[in-house]
């Protein structure tokens, strides 16, 4: 679910089509269909049968969070391991709590007023 909502906020547009979330996600279009029918039933998008699809203001503020965690993580395992760990955070950006989240970005605020 989450990553659905990351991705509909990091494309930035205010619509986006089934069949273009499908391909961003590399899923198929009826797996994306029935998820965005999960994500309208929770308030987090707005779609209409056979309309593009809008993240609603939870969605955006959830989306935005989202994204925010995913690239503090990005940020995080790249400076520790000094290699591209996309692939790894791809894995376990979804098991980090709110608290941690904060934690690293201030852990990585402090390095960088530090110039480490």
Known sequence: MEDYIEMIYRTNKENIKITQLA??????????????EKLKDLN???????????LTEEGK?????????????YKFFNRINNKDNL??????EH???????????KFLKDLEVKNV
């Not at 961003?24 to 009826?30: D, K, T």
């Not at 987090?44 to 809008?54: A, C, D, H, P, S």
């Not at 503020?61 to 993580?73: C, I, P």
């Not at 692939?87 to 376990?92: A, D, P």
């Open 61 to 73: 503020s959830l989306g935005q969070y989202l994204l925010k965690r995913h690239n503090l993580l």
């Open 23 to 36: 391909t961003l996600l590399n899923i198929n279009a009826s797996s994306v269909s029935k998820m965005v």
């Open 44 to 54: 987090l998008v707005e779609k209409e049968k056979y309309r593009q699809i809008k």
């Open 87 to 92: 692939h790894l955070v791809e894995q376990i």
């Open 95 to 105: 098991f980090f709590d709110k608290q941690t989240i904060e934690s690293i970005e």
